[in-house]
């Protein structure tokens, strides 16, 4: 701030109403808000932590590249570090990528800079593609050349690696996994997490192989096998045993007539009659910068065109619950100026509260409502209100990311590269699952014979309830109870998951389960969680509800290690959830 400051950003005002801002103190002066990133320490020191600007958003998350650099530079070996987004494509998004410099002396393996990586962050922090450069390039002005380094790392990503496949299986593994890591080519003893290998992509490769093969691999098969080759090879030893899918193809249902629901549609109708406040879901979305609401609410519409599962409604038949897709028509998007109020954040709390109060109609939608406030001439907030019977959790990153593109086609006068419908609906996936899942398919018979033997003889717990008064910020009827696991506990468990291969959650599982055995003084734990029925690459990009409930059986031994328990447990999750 100061006499000094610039008037604002050359003929962009956009920018400048951005980052020009009046001084909040009311002495007629601008302050510039210059994108800087700085926290306090513990001694009240201000430490410089990057810049704004820079972040990255990675599958949600919002990612400070300078953390990941300051990581890497504390390694033995590596001079120099960058580290940036690249184009993963439209399945995966926007890749974390690194290029370091070693030092003259030599410098750790890409591998084992990965681990080290893995030992310090969590996993959305830990580069998908790293590369090594005997020197990072630099602008004129000394900068690092970050546009450089990610044409340098898309041609580097281009290249044919290692061996080349030698079985049919190899050569069809290969091309799946090459268009699933965004690269050209890729040899036959690649290791998956090498190549930067998450959950994310494992499950597209797994839908991809389901279609293709007609083998179903769950999640353990990237950690049993994360070499290419050796994956391969497990696949065709599944295909000789038998073992191969015999679930028919997901095609187009006619729409003539009433829907069925699919199984987890028809829990949350259940649900939905019992829940005194239903089953909703809800966000707010901040969005900063310049906003054309006619356009945004035009391409709410040509999702709500694009998507039928948006503009379905649920009504009883015959005694049970059916779908019913109404036409296309104009959505609306209720709209409120609150810039220049003192108490706009209080007032769009408020009017957040009472939208979620209000209740949804299953039977006449819409099952989705906006609303639009405006907090300012380059803020607003967007709140999102849905019935859970459309969508799970996962539906929203992909809502999001086709509104983003429509919205930004529709800006700048362009056409859309969405079509304007889907081939595939929600529909055809409920009618599907209700096809293979019946008394008499393979599919049904199979899941009936599995769980009966894992749940045999299974008892509920009995909780010694001795809590005197409710806990603070509770509600007894959300049935949610929180726990807290303390700093050097969580240290030594994340330790624990790293060298097992297990996951967060299945850390803190193993923890929850062994509380809960000793509460009830019996070994044999029964848990509730989730897991998600998109296996398909037909519903990689499908809106409505996936998630399915899934019972856990935990017997836990005194006798066992942690380390063991904690394998076990992984182990039980991974073929539960397959």
């Not at 906003?291 to 694009?306: S, T, W």
Request: charged share 25%; hydrophobic share 40%.
């Amino acid at each position: 701030r100061g006499h000094g400051l610039a008037a604002g950003y050359w003929r962009n005002e956009a920018l400048t109403a951005e980052r020009f801002l009046d001084d909040p103190r009311g002495n007629g002066l601008r302050i510039f808000r210059s994108g800087d990133l700085g926290r306090f320490d513990a001694h009240g020191l201000l430490e410089v932590c990057g810049r704004k600007d820079t972040r990255i958003k990675i599958r949600g998350y919002q990612v400070e590249p300078a953390e990941v650099e300051r990581a890497l530079l504390d390694m033995s070996g590596i001079a120099g570090a960058a580290v940036y987004g690249i184009d993963g494509g439209p399945t995966l998004g926007t890749l974390l990528a690194a290029s370091i410099a070693l030092a003259p002396a030599g410098g750790p393996s890409v591998a084992a800079v990965r681990q080290a990586l893995r030992d310090q962050l969590p996993g959305y922090m830990v580069p998908s593609s790293i590369m090594t450069l005997a020197s990072l390039p630099v602008t004129p002005n000394g900068k690092i050349n970050r546009e450089a380094l990610r044409q340098d790392h898309r041609r580097m990503r281009k290249k044919a690696l290692s061996e080349a496949p030698e079985t049919p299986t190899e050569e069809l593994l290969a091309e799946i996994w090459a268009d699933a890591f965004g690269l050209e080519a890729i040899g036959r003893k690649e290791d998956f997490f090498d190549l930067g290998g998450d959950s994310l992509i494992a499950a597209v490769i797994a839908a991809k192989v389901s279609d293709t093969l007609k083998v179903d691999i769950g999640l353990g098969m990237f950690t049993e096998c994360p070499i290419l080759a050796n994956q391969a090879a497990a696949i065709d030893e599944r295909v000789r045993s038998g073992a191969e899918r015999s679930m028919p193809p997901l095609l187009r249902v006619r729409r003539d007539g009433p829907l069925p629901l699919s199984f987890s549609q028809e829990r949350i109708w259940q649900s939905a009659h019992v829940l005194p406040a239903g089953n909703h879901m809800s966000a707010a979305y901040r969005i900063l910068g310049p906003l054309d609401a006619e356009i945004l609410r035009d391409c709410i519409g040509a999702m709500a065109r694009r998507h039928e599962i948006l503009r379905t409604n649920y009504i009883p038949m015959n005694g049970r619950p059916a779908a019913v897709v109404r036409p296309p028509e104009p959505v609306a998007l209720p709209f409120l100026d609150l810039s220049g109020e003192i108490d706009a954040e209080e007032k769009a709390r408020k009017i957040f509260a009472q939208e979620r109060a209000r209740r949804f109609d299953l039977g006449s939608g819409p099952l989705l409502r906006f609303f639009l406030i405006k907090m300012g001439d380059n803020e607003h907030r967007l709140l999102r209100l849905n019935h859970h019977m459309i969508s799970d959790a996962d539906t929203w990153p992909i809502y999001l990311r086709e509104l983003e593109r429509l919205y930004d086609a529709k800006l700048h006068g362009r056409p859309s590269s969405l079509p304007e419908s889907e081939p595939l609906q929600y529909a055809d996936y409920a009618a599907w699952q209700r096809h293979v899942f019946r008394p008499g398919m393979p599919a049904y018979d199979g899941a009936i014979e599995w769980w009966s033997q894992q749940l045999r003889g299974a008892r509920g717990l009995d909780f010694p309830y001795r809590r005197p008064r409710p806990l603070p910020g509770i509600d007894p009827a959300q049935g949610a109870i929180g726990f807290e696991v303390d700093a050097g506990g969580a240290r030594t468990l994340d330790e624990l998951r790293r060298q097992t291969g297990a996951t967060f959650y299945m850390s803190r599982l193993a923890v929850l389960a062994l509380v809960i055995a000793a509460e009830t003084n019996n070994p044999d734990v029964v848990l509730g969680t989730y897991a998600t029925n998109r296996r398909r690459m037909a519903t990689r990009s499908m809106l409505g509800f996936f998630s399915n409930p899934v019972t856990l059986r935990l017997r836990c031994d005194p006798a066992v290690t942690f380390r063991n328990w904690l394998v076990t447990v992984r182990d039980i999750v991974v073929e539960a959830a397959a």
